[in-house]
């Protein structure tokens, strides 16, 4: 097809009328919308329990005990057990012309146990949850 002449108005009469079809151009779109298909109902129940927790309480208490010796010995005493006694030797030397050991005193421990049976009082709590499922229109969901 050629272009008309600039000082024409109209067409070519050389050339065919010349006809203009519209193109349709066809668009889709896609779109979403949230829909309530059912709902959940959760329910909590806390359930409470009373005991009583039975536990055996051991103590031990320790005695001490101090036993003024006063007098002189060649050797160091170990620290000595004697039953449910500990004796720990306590020392100090004195000078006199030679040098000598002198026991001074002896610390006595002496170890006691108990056992007490006690019994307290405690409050436990469970809890329990309970779901329901309702379709859109709010009718229960048989599963």
Same mark, same amino acid.
């Given at each position: 097809?050629?272009?008309? @002449?600039?000082?024409?108005?109209g067409? @070519? +009469?050389?050339e065919?009328?010349? %006809? /203009?079809? &519209?193109?349709? +151009?066809? +668009?889709?779109?896609?779109?979403k #919308? &949230? !829909?309530v298909s ?5 329910? *909590?129940? $806390?359930? *409470? =329990? ?5 536990e055996?309480?051991?103590?031990e208490?320790?005695?001490v005990e101090?036993?003024a010796? @006063? #007098?002189? /010995?060649?050797?160091?005493p170990?620290?000595?057990t004697?039953?449910?006694? *500990?004796?720990i030797?306590v020392f =100090?030397e %004195?000078l !006199? ?9 002896? /610390? #006595? ?5 108990? /056992?007490? @049976?006690v019994? !307290? &009082? $405690?409050?436990?709590r469970? =809890? #329990?949850? *309970? $779901?329901e %499922?309702?379709d ?6 048989? =599963?």
């Amino acid at each position: 097809m050629r272009e008309p @002449n600039a000082g024409t108005a109209g067409m @070519n +009469e050389d050339e065919p009328d010349t %006809h /203009v079809i &519209p193109i349709v +151009e066809e +668009e889709s779109r896609i779109a979403k #919308r &949230p !829909v309530v298909s059912g709902r959940v109902i959760v329910k *909590t129940t $806390v359930d *409470t =329990e009373e005991r009583v927790l039975k536990e055996m309480l051991s103590q031990e208490t320790v005695e001490v005990e101090r036993i003024a010796i @006063n #007098r002189a /010995v060649d050797v160091v005493p170990q620290i000595r057990t004697d039953g449910d006694v *500990t004796i720990i030797p306590v020392f =100090e030397e %004195h000078l !006199v012309v030679e040098k000598q050991l002198v026991l001074v005193e002896e /610390v #006595r421990i002496r170890r006691t146990a108990s /056992v007490e @049976n006690v019994k !307290v &009082p $405690v409050t436990l709590r469970k =809890e #329990r949850a *309970t $779901v329901e %499922h309702l379709d859109g229109s709010g009718r229960p969901v048989v =599963e």
